[in-house]
């Protein structure tokens, strides 16, 4: 089936440095991609939709300058935390839906662990 | 008051029951429905989708929507330990593109 692949899975950074985060659709292309993050215990949190060719949308709350996101392909998009601080710890998760399997199913990558120190 | 809403649980059972999750939903837009089963410290994967109102079966797995009463159902027959994990329910307006609104998502422990 669809598979949406994501890396790094965990990653640890120092504060004040950036780390970028690359979500693969291996078997299908996607003009678009979400990223979401999710804190413990919590449930997804749209962050913002990512355009292929084009500028990414975010969402109310998230700051678009700290969260970089660059969709080059059609198969890769990609989540820039620029000047990374603990608070920015979490777990983030990209997905992509696939329009030419049941018209509408939506996957997601296996995740990718922050932890800022 | 959340556009979806889902118990978070948690809910227990023995292993063989039958796992009843649900949830309710306020934008009458949403046509399409999805449930999604998440493991700790793993991304969510997709179980059912559904579009519109009606029953959807997958071996194990049934899925019920009711667009009249704005409730979604799962139902897991003869559950397992494996089946122990987080449910997420996730719908959206549009076609494939739009964004997906979830619940909060209900935790599952399946005890042997």
């Known amino acids: 089936g669809a598979v949406v692949s994501q890396h790094p899975s965990w990653v640890i950074c120092k504060s004040g440095t950036s780390v970028k985060i690359e979500c693969r659709s291996l078997?299908?292309?996607?003009?678009?991609m979400f990223w979401y993050r999710q804190f413990p215990k919590q449930s997804l949190m749209l962050m913002a939709t990512?355009?292929?060719?084009?500028?990414?949308?975010?969402e109310q709350g998230v700051e678009k300058d700290k969260f970089l996101i660059n969709h080059a392909s059609l198969t890769l998009s990609t989540l820039t935390v620029t000047s990374a601080h603990p608070e920015d710890s979490s777990f983030y998760i990209c997905?992509?839906?696939?329009?030419?399997?049941?018209?509408?199913?939506?996957?997601f990558g296996e995740g990718s662990w922050l932890t800022v120190v | 008051q959340k556009e979806v809403e889902q118990d978070p649980g948690p809910l227990s059972v023995p292993e063989g029951a039958i796992v009843s999750l649900n949830c309710t939903y306020s934008?009458?837009?949403?046509?399409?429905f999805m449930w999604y089963r998440q493991y700790s410290r793993k991304g969510p994967e997709l179980l059912m989708y559904?579009?519109?109102?009606g029953n959807k079966e997958d071996g194990r797995f049934t899925a019920q929507v009711d667009k009249s009463s704005k409730y979604i159902s799962l139902f897991i027959r003869d559950s397992q330990p494996s089946d122990s994990a987080t449910y997420l329910c996730?719908?959206?307006?549009?076609?494939?593109?739009?964004?997906?609104?979830f619940g909060g998502g209900t935790r599952v422990l399946v005890k042997p």
């Open positions: 559904t579009y519109s109102s």
């Open positions: 997905s992509a839906p696939d329009g030419t399997i049941s018209g509408n199913t939506i996957y």
């Open positions: 078997d299908f292309q996607a003009t678009t």
């Open positions: 990512s355009n292929e060719g084009s500028k990414a949308t975010y």
């Open positions: 996730a719908m959206s307006a549009g076609a494939a593109g739009n964004k997906l609104t």
């Open positions: 934008n009458s837009a949403f046509q399409y």
